[in-house]
């Protein structure tokens, strides 16, 4: 069993920058790879960004990258999200979740997930 609580959304203007992290914690957590998925209103949940296990491997959608990086600390089994030059379009709602499987876009492949945080991007 894998837990995962996301903190470090909020309000922030456009072309302004957030960090999102994500602890987890459980006995298997470090074997795990991470996402981070955004949902918007209407919309459906799509990921954005992953790292492998030991973090040598990540992956980016189109639409963030050069904007957002994502990194991971294993002496803290915390990912984090690093979203700069953020625009309207990346209001959200930020979920980390937990795969066995690299790499799968698929919401369905990754067994765990955190509660979720809000971001708002005002213009």
């Known amino acids: 069993q894998v837990q995962l609580v996301e903190s470090g959304g909020g309000l922030v203007q456009a072309g302004g920058s957030l960090r999102v992290s994500c602890a987890a914690s459980g006995r298997t957590a470090g074997t795990y790879g991470l996402g981070w998925f955004r949902q918007a209103p209407g919309k459906e949940r799509e990921l954005i960004a992953a790292?492998?296990?030991?973090?040598?491997?990540?992956y980016y959608t189109d639409s963030v990258k050069g904007r957002f990086t994502i990194t991971r600390d294993n002496a803290k089994n915390t990912v984090y999200l690093q979203m700069n030059s953020l625009k309207p379009e990346d209001t959200a709602v930020y979920y980390c979740?937990?795969?066995?499987?690299?790499?799968?876009?698929?919401?369905?492949?990754?067994?765990?997930w955190g509660q979720g945080t809000q971001v708002t991007v005002s213009s």
């Open positions: 790292i492998s296990r030991s973090g040598g491997s990540t």
């Open positions: 979740a937990a795969s066995t499987v690299w790499i799968s876009i698929n919401p369905v492949a990754y067994d765990y």
